[in-house]
C-alpha cells in the first residue's frame, strides 16, 4: 500500500514562491510516475505536472515556466516548487502516484494513489 502525505500549503501574496513537499511511504520514484493534481472551488480537478521513471517531466501550460516538479529519492518525496504564483494558482493540491511508466497523457490520466491535499491560497 502506498501512502502519500501532502505539506507546505499555506497563504501566499501573488508573486511569491511555495514548496510543496510529499512524504511517500514506500519509494517508488523507480518504479512510479508521479504527479501533482489541483482542484479550485468549483472547478474540475486538473493535472499541474508529472515525473516519470526516468526523471522526465510534463506540466500544464498554466504553470509552463513557473512551476518545477522534482524527486528525491534519498528522502522518498517529490516536490513542487512553485514560482511566481498567481491568483488563479489557489487551489487544494494533490500528489498522485501509479505503477510503471507515466501514460502519454499523463496529465489526464488516471493514478492509483492519492493523498489528502494541501490547501495553497494566494492573494492579490
Known amino acids: 500500500q502506498v501512502q502519500l502525505v501532502e505539506s507546505g500549503g499555506g497563504s501566499v501574496q501573488a508573486g511569491e514562491s511555495q514548496v510543496l513537499s510529499c512524504a511517500v511511504s514506500l519509494y517508488t520514484s523507480r518504479s512510479y510516475c508521479m504527479a501533482w493534481f489541483r482542484r479550485a472551488a468549483g472547478k474540475e480537478r486538473e493535472g499541474v505536472a508529472t515525473?516519470?521513471?526516468?526523471?522526465?517531466?510534463k506540466y500544464a501550460n498554466s504553470v509552463q515556466g513557473r512551476f518545477t516538479i522534482s524527486k528525491d529519492s534519498a528522502k522518498n518525496t517529490l516536490y513542487l516548487r512553485m514560482n511566481s504564483l498567481k491568483p488563479e494558482d489557489t487551489a487544494k493540491y494533490y500528489c498522485a502516484a501509479d505503477r510503471g511508466w507515466c501514460e502519454t497523457d499523463s496529465l489526464r490520466a488516471e493514478y492509483a494513489y492519492w493523498g489528502q491535499g494541501t490547501q495553497v491560497t494566494v492573494s492579490s
Open positions: 515525473i516519470d521513471i526516468n526523471g522526465r517531466t
